[in-house]
């Protein structure tokens, strides 16, 4: 099971490519069990799409898409209008990316970078199973405060 963690800064070039986290590369290998495995032995695609409640980029390694992908695609009827609909955009505007092997840098297309308004400056966030890729400034800006924290969690407890 891929675990991410930590929040990573990475600047974005004119061509749309920033350099994977190195961290989370090494995170990424440990979780596959792949210590001293040879990268190129190791499926580095990705795939990235918008997030549908945040302002950000969610990244799944592909093979976490395609639980992801089937979970979801399980609840679906595709007889049913609105579950055919909600799919159609559910699997709109994806893209599959992979670190090349020189520098370690991923292309974003545009259109995912813009869809999110993402400037030059990203933070690459760990999300236990995904990895969040959000425009540094709303990153910052969407932190919780500590009340607000507190009391989703008396929300989300048992007591």
């Known amino acids: 099971m891929i675990k991410f963690i930590g929040s990573y800064t990475a600047k974005v070039d004119d061509k749309g490519r920033v350099v994977f986290p190195s961290d989370l ?8 069990g792949h210590d001293g495995v040879s990268p190129e032995q190791v499926d580095w695609r990705f795939v990235v799409k918008k997030a549908i409640w ?6 799944y390694s592909f093979t976490e898409w395609e639980k992801e992908s089937e979970r979801i695609k399980a609840k679906i009827n595709f007889l049913n209008k609105t579950h055919d609909a909600f799919w159609r955009a559910y699997t709109r505007d994806r893209a599959l990316v992979e670190p090349d092997g020189k520098l370690g840098r991923v292309s974003i297309p545009k259109t995912l970078l813009e869809s999110v ?7 690459f966030c760990g999300n ?4 969040e890729i959000w425009d540094r400034e709303k990153y910052e800006q969407s932190a919780l405060s500590a009340d607000e924290f507190i ?3 008396e929300s989300l407890s048992d007591n």
């Not at 945040?54 to 990244?59: D, Q, R």
């Not at 308004?117 to 933070?123: D, M, S």
């Open 128 to 131: 236990d199973h995904k990895i």
């Open 25 to 32: 590369r090494e995170q990424f290998l440990a979780c596959l």
């Open 117 to 123: 308004g993402a400037g030059k400056e990203l933070v």
């Open 151 to 153: 009391s989703l969690a």
């Open 54 to 59: 945040a302002p950000c980029l969610e990244m």
